[in-house]
């Protein structure tokens, strides 16, 4: 244990996901030997982000406005959703160049052992998307492992019951066991445009 | 032992840092062992599908002083992919895999769970019977195994020979007139039967029971490993019935 704010600053550091002690301990004391500019810079970042992000309106994107960049963008596709789990997904996805459709962004996988079923996930909000009938495709690209998996499963059954006439999956030929922004374009690429129908 | 090798049934995996994956499994010889799977979760591993909640796997680790390393794996079925195509069968099977992972201890060799948590999954994957009954007779198997056995037939506090009507969860199943507490529930026969039905693994009259009686008995089971888990099994809310 250190004396209070090195120790405070530790114990936040190591609430971060992936940051266990050790990296929280190396991370403190490499922002107190810091330029003092570099770390105000640093928490100038923090709470910009808190400050002006939030979540787009329509797709649960990041988003500094109401409704985020590719939302508001006419010349995207409003026929296609592309359902991922994270903010990051859409980074990976947008990397391709393969989509031109819009996004949705559930918040995460569905996960039991989590506590985390899908009224924890934005699913209703993606129903009311596809209300008025204008989306004829949702390619569910959740991430390749089996909690993807199961999402998806959940998700094209439920589409299929409201009625869209096309549910698509990344292809296989993407790593099963990996997370979808390790992925590279290429590959990512390829699963996008041999994505297959889901069968009912 | 710096190196061993078992086969293993992997019930959960927690993300670590960038890439790797912490994975609990239930292995044959040794128990449940926690091990790590070094950058599992880039696209490049060849592991990472392997070391998946459901995976039934033949996996070699490096013993390290805190954590074990997984150095080689294989597949030998692949029952939680099977299972994840089918929401249903996924959300039973997480249930299973969360009272398994409750129910052992680590390093503490445990055969029969083993036996029984391998024979619910297969019967999942392969779609033997309805996920549903599978994992309540895979609740009830665990339960007796762990020294919790129910009684659906004698009185479970004198073994006065039943059937008998009332039933009640801390007195450990069904209870005759002398012995029933106040508060007892009084499930339908039909309901007790089957509930012993899956406890013993007759799959006949369990297959051919109906939705009433397998609603309440997956009610009566799970008030039943309430009472004797500590904490619930969390994911055990979210199994579609
Ligand atoms: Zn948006
Ligand atoms: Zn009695």
Same mark, same amino acid.
């Given at each position: 244990?250190?004396?209070?704010?090195?120790?405070?600053?530790?114990?936040?550091?190591?609430?971060?996901?992936?940051?266990?002690?050790?990296?929280?301990?190396?991370?403190?004391?490499?922002?107190?030997?810091? !330029?003092?500019?570099?770390?105000?810079?640093?928490?100038?970042?923090?709470?910009? @982000?808190?400050?002006?992000?939030?979540?787009?309106?329509?797709?649960?994107?990041?988003?500094?406005?109401?409704?985020?960049?590719?939302?508001?963008?006419?010349?995207?596709?409003?026929?296609?959703?592309?359902?991922?789990?994270?903010?990051?997904?859409?980074?990976?996805?947008?990397?391709?160049?393969?989509?031109? +459709?819009?996004?949705?962004?559930?918040?995460?996988?569905?996960?039991?052992?989590?506590?985390?079923?899908?009224?924890?996930?934005?699913?209703?909000?993606?129903?009311?998307?596809?209300?008025?009938?204008? @989306?004829?495709?949702?390619?569910?690209?959740?991430?390749?492992?089996?909690?993807?998996?199961?999402?998806?499963?959940?998700?094209?059954?439920?589409?299929?019951? @409201?009625?869209?006439?096309?549910?698509?999956?990344?292809?296989?030929?993407?790593?099963?066991? +990996?997370?979808?922004?390790?992925? !590279?374009?290429?590959?990512?690429?390829?699963?996008?445009? +041999?994505?297959?129908?889901?069968?009912? | 032992?710096?190196?061993?090798?078992?086969?293993?049934?992997? &019930?959960?995996?927690?993300?670590?840092?960038?890439?790797?994956?912490?994975?609990?499994?239930?292995?044959?010889?040794?128990?449940?062992?926690?091990?790590?799977?070094?950058?599992?979760?880039?696209?490049?591993?060849?592991?990472?599908?392997?070391?998946?909640?459901?995976?039934?796997?033949? =996996?070699?680790?490096?013993?390290? #002083?805190? %954590?074990?390393?997984?150095?080689?794996?294989?597949?030998?079925?692949?029952?939680?992919?099977?299972?994840?195509?089918?929401?249903?069968?996924?959300?039973?099977?997480? $249930?299973? &895999?969360?009272?398994?992972?409750?129910?052992?201890?680590?390093?503490?060799?445990?055969?029969?769970?083993?036996?029984?948590?391998?024979?619910?999954?297969?019967?999942?994957?392969?779609?033997?019977?309805? $996920?549903?009954? =599978?994992?309540?007779?895979?609740?009830?198997? $665990?339960?007796?195994?762990?020294?919790?056995?129910?009684?659906?037939?004698?009185?479970?506090?004198?073994?006065?020979?039943?059937?008998?009507?009332?039933? /009640? =969860?801390?007195?450990?199943? =069904?209870?005759?007139?002398?012995?029933?507490?106040?508060?007892?529930?009084?499930?339908?026969?039909?309901?007790?039967?089957? %509930? $012993?039905?899956?406890?013993?693994?007759?799959?006949?009259?369990?297959?051919?029971?109906?939705?009433? /009686?397998?609603?309440?008995?997956?009610?009566?089971?799970?008030?039943?490993?309430?009472? /004797?888990?500590? #904490?619930?099994? #969390?994911? %055990?809310?979210?199994?579609?019935?």
């Amino acid at each position: 244990m250190y004396e209070g704010a090195v120790q405070d600053l530790i114990d936040e550091l190591g609430r971060l996901p992936g940051v266990g002690p050790k990296s929280a301990q190396r991370i403190a004391f490499h922002l107190l030997q810091a !330029d003092p500019a570099d770390v105000e810079r640093l928490a100038h970042a923090l709470t910009e @982000v808190k400050a002006r992000v939030r979540f787009c309106e329509v797709c649960f994107n990041v988003s500094e406005a109401e409704r985020c960049r590719i939302c508001s963008d006419d010349r995207r596709d409003r026929t296609a959703i592309c359902v991922v789990e994270e903010p990051k997904d859409v980074v990976a996805i947008e990397r391709t160049r393969e989509f031109r +459709g819009r996004y949705h962004v559930l918040g995460g996988a569905i996960s039991p052992i989590d506590g985390i079923g899908p009224q924890d996930l934005k699913v209703r909000e993606l129903l009311t998307r596809l209300a008025d009938g204008t @989306v004829t495709e949702v390619i569910i690209a959740t991430d390749p492992n089996l909690e993807g998996e199961a999402t998806a499963s959940y998700l094209s059954r439920m589409l299929r019951d @409201v009625g869209v006439q096309r549910v698509t999956r990344l292809a296989s030929g993407l790593p099963v066991g +990996g997370d979808l922004e390790y992925a !590279d374009e290429v590959t990512l690429g390829r699963a996008f445009e +041999g994505r297959r129908l889901l069968d009912a | 032992m710096p190196l061993y090798r078992d086969e293993a049934i992997v &019930l959960r995996t927690h993300k670590l840092g960038e890439a790797d994956r912490i994975v609990t499994v239930l292995s044959r010889r040794l128990g449940k062992l926690r091990m790590v799977g070094k950058g599992v979760r880039r696209t490049k591993s060849r592991f990472g599908a392997r070391l998946e909640p459901g995976m039934h796997i033949d =996996v070699q680790c490096y013993e390290g #002083r805190n %954590l074990d390393t997984v150095t080689q794996v294989e597949t030998l079925d692949s029952w939680g992919e099977t299972i994840s195509r089918d929401y249903r069968s996924w959300t039973s099977a997480v $249930a299973v &895999l969360e009272t398994c992972d409750r129910l052992t201890e680590e390093r503490e060799p445990a055969l029969q769970q083993y036996l029984l948590l391998s024979g619910a999954l297969r019967a999942m994957a392969e779609r033997d019977h309805d $996920a549903g009954l =599978v994992l309540d007779a895979y609740l009830l198997r $665990a339960m007796a195994i762990g020294g919790y056995a129910p009684s659906f037939h004698d009185c479970a506090k004198c073994g006065a020979p039943g059937p008998h009507r009332a039933f /009640h =969860v801390a007195a450990g199943g =069904v209870v005759c007139p002398v012995c029933r507490p106040p508060g007892s529930a009084a499930p339908a026969p039909e309901t007790l039967r089957l %509930l $012993a039905a899956l406890l013993a693994g007759d799959w006949a009259p369990a297959d051919a029971s109906d939705d009433r /009686h397998r609603h309440e008995g997956s009610g009566l089971t799970a008030a039943f490993l309430q009472w /004797h888990l500590e #904490r619930g099994i #969390r994911s %055990l809310r979210m199994v579609e019935r």
